[in-house]
C-alpha cells in the first residue's frame, strides 16, 4: 500500500511538471508569437543635442519622458492634472495661480518632490534665458510643501500651458551636467546616453501613475535610410520615416500616419524695404509687400496636389498653423486652387506683363523674389520647388535659394522662407504674428502688424480662462473683415501639414495618438505609457 502510494505520488508529480511545462511553452509560444517583450528598440531620428532639462526647452514638443509637469493635455488637447492636484487663479486680478500637489511623488532617486523644486524650476527656467519664455512671471512662490503660488506681470491665459511643458527637476539633483544625467519624476529614467548612436532609458520604480508595460526602451539615432533599413531587417519595433518610403512595405510592420499641426508654409516680408534691424539685416520686400502679391499666391497654390504629390498623400491642406486644433477658425479655409480668381486680383491691383517676358509687374517694379528653404530639408526643397511652378502661370517669378540656417538667418527679415511651426499651445499664433514680436528671432520675420489682429491677442491673453479665450484666437485668424490669415492680410501662405510617419511592428499597441506638434522631441511618445502588446 506505501509504494502504490508513492507510486501515485510520483504519477501526479510528473502530471504536474508536465502540465506546467506545457503551460510555459504555450506561453512562450504565445510571447514569441506576439512579440511580447518589456523592451522596445525605437529609431526616432533626432537627437536632443541640448539634452533632456527642461529648463532649457526639453519636453516642450513630446513627453519630457524623465520629468512630470504640473499640467498636462488629454487625448482630446483638454487640460488636466499631472503632479497637481487642482489650480485656481485669482477671479480679482487675474495674475495669481495657485497650483496643489500631490503628496505621494518621490524622484526616481527616491526623493519627495514638494513646491520647493517647482520653485527653484521655474527660477531656473527664467535665469536660463532660454526657449522656455517666463518674461511674464513675477515671482514664484512656495506657500507650504504643496502649495505653490506664481504672480504673473499682467494676466495671461495662455500660462497654463508653460503649467503643463516645463517638467519639474530636483533642487537636490541639479548640477551643470544635469542635461546629460537627469532625474526626475517621469515614467522612465535614464540608463546610458551614447551620444550620436543611441539612448537607454528604463521603468522608474518611483512613478506614481500606472507603470509603463515596457520596462526598457532603446531609442536609435539612425538617419533615415538606416532607420528604414533596421526596421526591414526587425532590428527595430517602431521606425519614424519619410514619405518617400511610405509606398514601401515592410514584412511584419504596419504603417501608422499620426495627424499633425507640424506645419511648413511661405513667410512674408509684408512691409516694404530700406530699414534694417539693430544687427543691421535687411528689413522688408518690394514685392511681397503687396496684398494682392501674397493673396493671389494664397489662392493659386494647390495645397491638396501638395500633400498628394509631395508627401504622397500623407498629409492635409494648411491654411494656419493651428489647423484643426480647438482654437482654430475653419472659415480661414481657401477650398480650392483658383487660378482665375488670382489672376483677376493682380490685374485690378495694376500688375500685367507689359514687356511680355512672363513676369508681371506694376510701377516698374518686377513680381519677382527669392523664396529659402533649408537646403538639408527635402520636404521643404519639394515644397518650394512646386509652389515655385505653381504660381510662374500667373507672371510671378519665385527663384529658389536652398542655404543653411545661418544664411537663411541673414536673409528672412527680407525675402520669404519656407517655415514650419506647430503647437498645442495658442501662444504660438502671437508669437508669429503679433507686432510686438517683429524681428524678435524666427518669430514675425516678415514684421507683420495689424492692430485688429494685435487687439484679439491682447484679449485672448488677457482671458480667464482658456475656453475664454478662443473667441479672440479665432477672429485674429479672420473676423470676416480682417485677420492674418489668407482671407485677410495673408501673412503667411501655409501649405501643408505633414502626418507623423511610423513603421509599427505587428501587435505593437501605441495607443490613441492625440494630433502631433512640430517634429522637434518625440511627440509619439506623449502617451507611453499607454503601449503594449494587443491580445
Not at 505621494?104 to 527653484?120: I, Q, R
Not at 505653490?148 to 491665459?157: D, G
Not at 502679391?293 to 501638395?306: F, G, P, W, Y
Not at 477650398?335 to 495694376?350: K, R
Request: with cysteine; charged share 25%; net charge negative.
Amino acid at each position: 500500500m506505501g509504494k502504490k502510494f508513492i507510486g501515485i505520488i510520483i504519477l501526479v508529480i510528473f502530471m504536474l511538471v508536465g502540465c506546467n511545462q506545457a503551460n510555459q511553452q504555450n506561453d512562450d509560444s504565445n510571447k514569441n508569437n506576439k512579440n511580447e517583450k518589456d523592451e522596445l528598440v525605437l529609431a526616432f531620428g533626432s537627437e536632443p543635442e541640448a539634452g533632456f532639462d527642461p529648463t532649457t526647452g526639453w519636453g516642450r514638443y513630446g513627453s519630457p519622458l524623465f520629468q512630470s509637469t504640473l499640467l498636462k493635455r488629454d487625448d482630446q488637447l483638454q487640460i488636466v492634472n499631472d503632479l497637481a492636484t487642482g489650480y485656481e487663479v485669482d477671479e480679482q486680478d487675474r495674475k495669481t495661480w495657485t497650483v496643489t500637489l500631490r503628496d505621494d511623488v518621490k524622484f526616481s532617486d527616491g526623493e519627495p518632490l514638494t513646491a520647493e523644486d517647482v520653485v527653484f524650476t521655474f527660477e531656473t527656467a527664467q535665469s536660463n534665458g532660454s526657449v522656455v519664455d517666463l518674461n511674464i512671471l513675477e515671482k514664484v512662490e512656495a506657500i507650504d510643501e504643496h502649495i505653490v503660488k506664481f504672480t504673473l506681470k499682467e494676466p495671461q491665459s495662455t500660462f497654463v500651458n508653460t503649467l503643463a511643458a516645463t517638467g519639474i527637476v530636483p533642487k537636490h539633483a541639479y548640477s551643470a551636467d544635469y542635461a546629460e544625467n537627469p532625474i526626475g519624476s517621469g515614467p522612465y529614467k535614464l540608463v546610458q546616453w551614447d551620444k550620436g548612436q543611441q539612448l537607454i532609458v528604463e521603468a522608474n520604480p518611483e512613478y506614481y501613475e500606472k507603470s509603463p508595460y515596457f520596462k526598457k526602451l532603446t531609442f536609435l539615432f539612425l538617419g533615415e535610410d538606416a532607420a528604414f533599413a533596421a526596421a526591414q531587417s526587425g532590428e527595430v519595433d517602431i521606425a519614424y520615416i519619410p514619405a518617400a518610403f511610405s509606398q514601401k512595405e515592410v514584412a511584419g510592420m504596419r504603417l501608422e500616419a499620426i495627424k499633425t499641426v507640424d506645419n511648413r508654409g511661405v513667410a512674408f516680408p509684408v512691409v516694404k524695404s530700406g530699414e534694417v534691424t539693430e544687427d543691421g539685416l535687411p528689413i522688408g520686400n518690394d514685392v511681397t509687400a503687396d496684398l494682392a502679391i501674397r493673396q493671389a499666391i494664397n489662392i493659386a497654390v494647390d495645397r491638396q496636389a501638395l500633400v498628394d504629390g509631395v508627401l504622397e498623400g500623407y498629409g492635409t491642406p494648411a491654411y494656419t498653423s493651428v489647423d484643426q486644433l480647438p482654437w482654430w477658425n475653419p472659415e480661414t479655409v481657401i477650398e480650392d486652387a483658383d487660378m482665375d480668381t488670382a489672376q483677376q486680383l493682380l490685374e485690378e491691383a495694376g500688375w500685367s506683363d507689359t514687356d511680355g517676358d512672363g513676369i508681371i509687374e506694376k510701377d516698374g517694379l518686377k513680381a519677382e523674389f527669392s523664396l529659402y528653404y533649408p537646403a538639408s530639408d527635402v520636404i521643404r526643397q519639394s515644397l518650394a520647388i512646386t509652389v515655385a511652378d505653381m504660381v510662374k502661370p500667373l507672371g510671378i517669378q519665385v527663384n529658389l535659394e536652398g542655404a543653411s540656417w545661418d544664411i537663411i538667418g541673414k536673409n528672412m527679415y527680407s525675402s520669404p522662407v519656407l517655415m514650419g511651426w506647430g503647437s498645442h499651445d495658442p501662444h504660438e499664433m502671437y508669437n508669429i504674428y503679433g507686432s510686438e514680436n517683429a524681428g524678435v528671432d524666427y518669430y514675425n520675420t516678415g514684421f507683420y502688424k495689424n492692430e485688429t489682429v494685435d487687439n484679439y491677442f491682447h484679449q485672448a491673453l488677457g482671458a480667464s480662462t482658456e475656453n475664454e479665450a478662443i473667441e479672440f484666437w479665432k477672429k485674429a485668424q479672420w473676423d470676416g473683415t480682417t485677420g492674418y490669415s489668407a482671407k485677410g492680410d495673408a501673412a503667411w501662405a501655409w501649405l501643408v501639414n505633414i502626418d507623423h510617419l511610423y513603421l509599427v511592428k505587428d501587435g505593437l499597441d501605441i495607443g490613441e495618438q492625440r494630433i502631433h506638434v512640430h517634429g522637434h522631441g518625440w511627440p509619439a511618445t506623449d502617451n507611453i505609457v499607454d503601449w503594449k502588446w494587443s491580445k
